[in-house]
């Protein structure tokens, strides 16, 4: 690549920053160019490494993110471009890093705002390495049809209405990013179109001027004419005139400094660059235009006979054989993205998820259509939360209340029972809070808190068939089937379990009727006969209770069966049980305990002495 090229068609570069859009436009415009590879290699983001996905055509591609420039460098040697998106904060010293950094050859500065302090000294760092800076406060620029800078040329459809995706003979260069787009649709109306086009940035001190860029454009062979734009503020386009005169400048060149109305404005007043400001005569875009004039530029009369200097150069150019015909393609299709399809109302997709209990996507989240800070002020509390989240209704006071009792009453039951144990057990092993949870609640099933919805079942049924409590039972015999929620190893009709007389209280005041639960005690009353542990427990107290609350809450049979079999009130023992684990795992971790190793005196060893041949 000549050394008046700053891009080729081969060009690698850096994204520093998460411009994840700025990346895939990138990308975009290098498939409409219908460049083999891609010329973003690397996305340098110092809080995380990884990876992005992002779109090339219609297929997806990874692009690696870097945690520090030398990580990316090494990883990428050919890559000499860096797009500096760093805010002012970080830019000057991100930048200077880059520039320290033999293998980038150019550093483009999207930040606003650094102190001209800073770009001075980044400016003499690239000036002694033979280096470029675009900007700082600069959109970038675009190479046409071979490299994009971040955003600049807008979208996809304007840069095929710009002709940006091949070369054409201009160079072009301005002060605004805005204005550099505006000039590219300019120069493609009334030119074969760009060939380079940079925004050098609004900033009174650039890291490269408005010359430097058409002082390239002046060797390069490939332009045959430059255009460009300057801005009231500053003596660089005064710079550009001497050079026209002194012949450093010899193509045609069309000019025109924009802020002319600014004598009609109070003294003082600033236009939106920090450089747009007019401290003497010579600073003032009548006095610029005047002198470019003066020195042979074609300087048009306002900027809204631009487009005709333009045209005029173009055509005077075309007719001595000097522009050549460019070479014109249609250029690929980049489909529109479907956030942006269906945000414009031009796409509809089948969704692969429903939910019906909560939405995340307004301003506040809400459950079942409540709001959270609803939730909270209206103090609905967990059990108002469950009511809304698992039965998406507004549960009555003392249907939340029940299922609060439930979940403190299961919450824990000692770490001698299986999940407390495993809990325990992962926890000693050295293993976090979740392994350690999740050991304990694989344990839960039919014979451990799986009880709850198997007593709510065996009760229902029985109920259900008409049976007697003692019929009950015989027909529970001779189907082999232990009667699930029924038995206790401490408690017994001498020695009750208050956990359940509370549960029973509590649902006889409340609950509008309790058919299951009586059924389930009549059927106690029969068991207790045989042996007097042979209770209602706790699980099976639970699950009947649940049943009642929802025939109270008027729910049809039908249904209650349905969330029955999907383990509806299992879910009440896993949360409160959870919690328990979760004592048990930061007892362990407070009392520092060991790993634990099951003793040997615990353990049957009934080993053979030999093992059995077999032929």
Known sequence: MEEYELFSRDTQAFIYGGQLRAAQRMLDFDYVCRKE?????????????????????TSEIRILRYRSIPEAVKA???????????????????????????????????????????????????TEGGKWIIGPSTVGGIKAGAFKIGNSGGTIDNIKASKLYRPGSVGFVS????LSNEGFNILARNTDGIYEGYAIGGDAYPGSTLLEHLLRYEKNPKIKMVVSLGELGGTAELEIAEAVSNGKITKPLVMWVTGTC?????????????????????????????????????????????????????????????????????????PMDYAQAKAEGLVRKSTNFVTTICDETGDIHDYCGVSIDKVIKENYGIGGVLGLIWFKKKLPRYACDFLEMVIQIVADHGPAVSGAHNTIVTARAGKGLIESIISGMVTIGPRFGGA???AAEHFRWGLAQGYAPREFVVAMKAKNTNIQGIGHRIHTVEF???????????????FAKTPILDFALAVQAVTTQKKNNL?????????????????????????????????????????????????????????????????????????????????
């Open 37 to 57: 590879r891609p010329s973003v290699v690397g996305i340098i983001t110092p809080e995380r490494g990884g990876w992005e996905k992002f779109f090339w055509g």
């Open 76 to 126: 990428h040697p050919s890559a000499d471009v860096m797009i500096n998106f760093a805010s002012e904060r970080s830019s000057f010293e991100t930048t200077k890093e880059a520039l320290m950094i033999d293998n980038i050859r150019t550093v483009v500065m999207i930040a606003e705002g650094v102190p001209e302090k800073r770009t001075r000294e980044l400016r003499a760092i690239a």
């Open 496 to 510: 009750p379990d208050l956990r359940v007389d509370i549960m029973v209280d509590f649902a006889k005041k409340n």
């Open 535 to 615: 209770i209602l427990n706790v699980d099976g107290c639970i699950g009947v209770l649940c049943v009642d609350l929802l025939n109270s809450l008027g729910y049809p049979d039908d249904e209650i069966g349905k969330m029955i079999d999907m383990g509806f009130f299992n879910a009440l023992f896993i949360i409160g049980r959870t919690m328990g684990f979760m004592g048990h795992y930061f007892d362990q971790k407070r009392l520092e305990s060991r790993l634990y190793r099951h003793p040997w005196d615990d353990i049957l060893y009934d080993v053979p002495d030999e093992p059995e041949e077999v032929e």
């Open 175 to 178: 002060v605004s990013g805005g």
């Open 452 to 454: 709850v919805n198997g």
């Open 262 to 334: 600014a004598k009609m404005l109070p003294q003082g007043v600033q236009f939106g660059h920090a450089g747009a400001k007019a401290d003497s005569d010579r600073e003032t875009a009548q006095y610029k235009n005047q002198a470019l004039r003066d020195a042979g530029v074609i300087v048009p009369e306002s900027f809204d006979d631009y487009d005709e200097k333009i045209r005029e150069t173009f055509d005077d150019l075309k007719s001595k054989g000097i522009i050549e015909p460019v070479d014109e393609f249609t250029p690929p299709h980049i």
